[in-house]
């Protein structure tokens, strides 16, 4: 997956390893329902970081050519994946089934990275 970068972001975000040690991962899926309660600079800063992460599953898409011809619609789809990727790790650290955590780490990291 080194000439996937893509792939390999997909891959990395929906791992085992970073659902089992959120305090080493994802800031924005770890700390969501927290910041959500929130107001001021660490709002702001979360915001921009989100912002910030959707601008580059963004770059991935266009660098794998997906959306090429329409950035606008490649745009969307880099929120909708990172909502996913972001909304199922969440899920996935969450449930206390690990057939069902695998499933859902499975089908982010897959559907992520999609070309």
Do not use: N
């Amino acid at each position: 997956a080194g000439d996937d970068p893509l792939g390999t972001f997909a891959a990395r975000y929906s791992s085992a390893e970073h659902c089992a040690h959120p305090e080493h991962g994802c800031a924005v899926a770890a700390l969501g329902s927290e910041v959500a309660r929130t107001e001021g600079p660490v709002r702001s800063t979360y915001t921009e970081r989100i912002a910030g992460y959707i601008d580059e599953v963004d770059a991935l898409l266009a660098g794998a050519g997906v959306e090429a011809d329409h950035p606008e619609a490649r745009r969307e789809e880099a929120v909708a994946r990172y909502a996913m990727l972001v909304g199922g790790l969440i899920l996935a650290r969450a449930v206390d089934d690990p057939a069902l955590r695998d499933e859902l780490l499975a089908t982010i990291g897959e559907r992520a990275a999609e070309r």
